[in-house]
């Protein structure tokens, strides 16, 4: 286990670094004093926490306990994240939905106040700029979280298209949110600790749904979503109230719930069989080839009007010619690029994402690969440092999804 547990570790800060290289575009090893902080920095610190640069910030990407054990954790009892440096922004006005449809393949006309659904920005060739969950708060609020590593690309595209918006006569404005930090609670214990520090019902709060209310004496945004597979919440609170609220957190959880660090954080999310954006999602990838196609809501598939749309339509009727899927496989992990093989020796696609699952005890990874080698139970080749090793296409996610729905 001890081999695993290296490997583990070696596999998520090359991936996490691989990302970072590829959505700020270039890799800036910056001193410590460069790097932007959160307002639970020194929080991390006395908590143990092993700082590390990721998208421009100092975060924890674990803390004393190893990767392997904050994992197993998060899916026994729970894990508290600080995600504060990913960026929370809302647009408001009566054209809010109209505008935001240009840029994203979600039905938000179509959703319910108060709830969301995972999205993605594309550009005119299909390919996703970033992904994002967003939120119809109200008929004229939207609320939306983008990746840190995103930040600077997403908000320049989202204005550039405003400003041209507006310019036409559409009502619409931004804000956003640098006033306030973000926790994300996951695991079985989440909903319970939580309960212990708002009046709301949570059990009357589903998986996608959103409410602002008071937790732990703060006006916080509340979100019953997550990047682990679990149960759990994201909660937007006010700054001068984020270290507070961690506290609290673990304080009712009775030492429960850990505070976890973001290579857990990513073990748990490809377990989940999810995407990490600069690696299983860039630019030339369309979210039907992602495997995202369900989250294109019926209406703008029967209308379009979202950039890229006529190739990401095409490639709904058609089908595309990559597909993403995720495999199990013998020798060491998976890395990113590893080359994958048909039986007969011919490549047929690479890996995004690989690693050592802690929950499963065996090799996972997320690639594309050529369609008609896509299919469940497909034998593979997974070449790495020039040596083959077996491996089969399964289905994802890894790991079964808690989400608490109806």
Request: aromatic residues 8%; positive net charge; hydrophobic residues 35%.
């Amino acid at each position: 286990m001890r081999g695993g547990l290296w490997q583990l570790g070696q596999s998520i800060t090359r991936r996490l670094a691989q990302a970072d290289k590829k959505t700020i575009g270039r890799r800036c090893f910056a001193s410590e004093a460069d790097l932007k902080k959160t307002v639970l920095y020194d929080f991390h610190v006395v908590n143990g926490g092993k700082m590390v640069p990721f998208a421009g910030w100092s975060m924890p990407i674990q803390y004393k306990d190893s990767i392997m054990d904050s994992t197993i954790n998060c899916r026994e009892n729970g894990s508290l994240f600080d995600v504060s440096h990913m960026c929370g922004l809302s647009l408001k006005g009566k054209d809010t939905i109209p505008f935001l449809e240009q840029l994203v393949i979600a039905d938000v006309a179509g959703l319910a106040p108060g709830t969301g659904t995972l999205t993605v920005f594309t550009n005119e060739k299909g390919g996703a700029i970033d992904d994002s969950v967003v939120t119809k708060v109200t008929n004229d609020h939207i609320y939306l979280v983008v990746n840190a590593g995103c930040r600077d690309k997403d908000l320049a595209h989202i204005e550039e298209h405003m400003k041209l918006f507006k310019s036409k006569g559409g009502d619409v404005s931004w804000h956003i949110h640098d006033e306030r930090s973000l926790l994300a609670l996951q695991g079985p214990l989440a909903a319970p600790v939580l309960q212990y520090l708002t009046k709301d019902n949570l059990s009357q709060m589903y998986f996608g749904e959103f409410r602002i209310l008071d937790i732990n004496g703060a006006p916080c945004f509340l979100t019953r979503t997550g990047y682990t597979g679990e149960d759990g919440f994201e909660i937007s609170v006010p700054s001068e109230n984020a270290v507070d609220l961690a506290k609290a957190i673990l304080e009712k959880s009775e030492g429960k719930v850990r505070l976890t660090g973001l290579g857990a954080r990513d073990s748990l999310r490809l377990e989940a069989g999810l995407c990490l954006y600069g690696n299983d999602m860039e630019q030339h990838i369309t979210p039907v080839e992602a495997g995202l196609t369900w989250a294109i809501g019926k209406r703008r598939r029967a209308e379009g009007g979202f950039l890229g749309a006529e190739v990401i339509l095409k490639q709904i009727e058609e089908g595309p010619k990559i597909r993403r899927v995720g495999f199990i496989s013998s020798g060491p992990p998976p890395r990113s690029h590893s080359e994958i093989q048909n039986s007969n020796g011919q490549s047929i696609g690479e890996i995004t994402s690989g690693g050592f699952s802690p929950c499963l005890k065996k090799n996972i990874a997320m690639g594309y690969v050529k369609s008609g080698n896509h299919k469940a139970g497909t034998n593979v080749k997974i070449v790495i440092r020039g040596k083959s090793y077996d491996g089969a296409v399964t289905k994802m996610p890894f790991v079964p999804t808690k989400y608490y729905k109806p």
